[in-house]
């Protein structure tokens, strides 16, 4: 509504100037910033608005200068939206990429940590990683990394596509150098509004993508990053709609909501002897996404007899992951458990 509101009035032009996002920052994305900004844990110039994660990672890696043969250290388990980047970085300037293979699922929070510490050598230069990763759901210990790359003099860069309004994110603590978002998901803001954390110590280091009007003015932080060119301002109503919302009701009680829920698919998942869980039942580690694994199980039928029942399945393989967020009801996951039982003696 928001979104619809705001688009009726700007294309009617009854708003003054040049209200919309994409050039000189105005009161409408002052506003935006600001309250993201504290919702963060962070300051306005720390906060660029971009149109998902993916732009978020790839304006990072992008502006970084690496040198052929410089370490960048990433997961197995990363988004094609945030592992691309640095992909097509090794490809075209001889960057090295050592992947981090995350247990499955990881038994705690040291076993992880252990690996990074190993990794983590003289030779690396960046660390990139999901703080939740989209294939099994687990939680890094995204604070601990972060603190492990910065006593090395690793710039740390973390894809939180999935946390912004699943965990309760405090960025200061966090202590990354850059962080990615995607409200559209757990926030449930509109597609196509983003957002990217830049530390303000480490803002000079990066060379914006997209150059425009003042592309090279530092005194604009990091709305540098920001200048993308005319874009949809109403877009961002509905992103400042959603995390009024979500502050409304308080992001403790939705992860709170959210793990309740999760919980009950934990469990369904552990009554089917053909499951097999990814996702580690540990506090830390885990938030409201659960992943369990089928493998003696023909996908495609398994898919197809879900999808009689309304119950849509993307991706590939013989991988089950749910989302649980606040509008979750609990007769749904149980109308899910009793279909995916039925669907397993076939």
Not at 46 to 69: F, K
Not at 203 to 211: G, M, S
Not at 296 to 313: K, S
Request: positive net charge; glycine residues 8%.
């Amino acid at each position: 509504r928001a979104v619809a509101e705001h688009l009726f009035t700007s294309e009617a032009f009854n708003e003054p100037d040049y209200p919309w996002w994409g050039y000189g920052e105005n009161e409408h994305i002052r506003e935006v910033r600001e309250e993201l900004a504290r919702f963060l844990g962070v300051s306005r110039d720390e906060i660029a608005l971009v149109r998902n994660a993916t732009e978020a990672m790839n304006t990072v890696c992008n502006g970084l200068d690496l040198n052929r043969g410089d370490v960048v250290v990433t997961t197995d388990q990363e988004h094609p939206g945030g592992l691309c980047c640095w992909q097509q970085k090794e490809a075209r300037f001889g960057i090295r990429l050592r992947y981090v293979k995350l247990p499955l699922p990881p038994a705690s929070k040291e076993q992880i940590l252990e690996l990074f510490d190993r990794a983590l050598t003289p030779d690396v230069r960046v660390v990139s990683f999901s703080h939740i990763t989209t294939t099994t759901g687990l939680v890094l210990p995204a604070r601990e990394i972060c603190a492990m790359a910065r006593e090395r003099g690793i710039l740390s860069v973390v894809d939180g596509a999935h946390a912004i309004g699943q965990l309760p994110l405090n960025l200061r603590e966090i202590g990354c150098d850059f962080y990615g978002t995607s409200p559209h998901k757990w926030l449930l803001a509109p597609k196509g509004t983003g957002v990217l954390f830049l530390r303000e110590a480490v803002q000079d280091r990066l060379w914006v993508n997209i150059a425009s009007g003042e592309w090279n003015n530092k005194a604009l932080k990091a709305y540098r990053f920001s200048n993308l060119g005319t874009c949809n301002l109403s877009l961002l109503k509905g992103l400042l709609a959603a995390l009024r919302f979500h502050q409304q009701i308080g992001p403790e009680r939705i992860f709170a909501r959210q793990r309740q829920l999760a919980r009950l698919v934990y469990e369904g998942f552990q009554r089917l002897p053909r499951a097999k869980l990814l996702t580690p039942d540990h506090p830390e580690l885990w938030g409201a996404m659960t992943t369990a694994e089928f493998a003696e199980v023909e996908a495609e039928r398994l898919r197809r007899t879900l999808l009689e029942h309304r119950i849509r399945v993307g991706g590939g393989g013989a991988r089950l992951r749910l989302s649980t967020h606040i509008f979750t009801q609990p007769a749904e996951i149980a109308t899910f458990f009793s279909v995916l039982s039925r669907a397993l003696k076939l």
